[in-house]
């Protein structure tokens, strides 16, 4: 249960520097002091220990940076939307950044629910060259199944990686490295990781950055 919901914000927005290296449990910390500095009328679950209202669209693996990450925030008193924007920009400390701030309807599903897809942009070191590169993309397009094993806390997992790649396309040269882009499966029933695909493509060890694009909702794929 919760407070009484009068007004659902959609904010997205950015994670850059050195706040690639904090986890999404202080992710979720540095909100929640944000909007408790910014004196935001946020509400908050109900129980032995209430907590602020507030779901991320999907977590962001660790070292990579997210250009347009989502929340919903949820509010018991009715707030200007750039009042609200002003009050948080305030008080988010450097390396999180709004870029914007849209009224949701309540009674539509949680974030995490509507999401299906998320694309990254990697970088990486130009150890092949880019022919080689378009051909190591082919052959992993081409497979019919691609098995790999993932290391979870309640032990190792077998899962086939070939049905997670929705896009994978070489994007260039920029700035002396390399680009790929890819789109991945991230939905209730499997996740794709940018880093496993680079492994399965021999190019872990060149990762230079991961940069998670965008988050694909159901409405928008």
């Known amino acids: 249960m919760t407070s009484h919901e009068v007004q659902r914000l959609r904010i997205v927005f950015a994670k850059r520097g050195s ?42 693996a660790l070292g990579c940076s997210g250009r347009a990450e989502q929340l919903d ?10 009042s609200a924007a002003s009050a948080l920009l305030a008080q988010l400390p450097a390396g999180l950044d709004i870029s914007s701030i849209t009224e949701m309807d309540l009674t539509l599903p949680n974030l995490p629910a509507q999401v299906v897809a998320a694309e990254y942009r990697v970088t990486v070191e130009p150890a092949i060259q880019p022919a080689e590169f378009q051909q190591r993309i082919a052959a992993l397009l081409g497979s019919t199944t691609l098995p790999r094993r993932r290391e979870r806390p309640d032990g190792v997992r077998s899962y086939d990686l070939r049905p997670l790649v929705q896009e994978l396309r070489f994007a260039g040269q920029e700035h002396g490295l390399q680009v790929l ?27 230079r950055s991961i940069e998670r694009v965008r988050i694909v909702l159901k409405e928008e794929a």
């Open 181 to 207: 882009s890819t789109r991945l499966q991230a939905d209730g029933q499997a996740t794709g990781r940018p880093d496993e695909l680079m492994a399965e493509l021999g190019m872990a060890r060149q990762v």
């Open 73 to 82: 925030l949820y509010l018991e008193q009715r707030i200007d939307l750039r």
């Open 19 to 60: 706040l690639v290296y904090i986890s999404h449990l202080d992710l979720m910390r540095a909100w929640e002091r944000a909007l408790r500095r910014a004196g935001l009328p946020v509400a908050h679950t109900q129980g032995f220990n209430p907590r602020p209202r507030l779901l991320f669209a999907a977590a962001l």
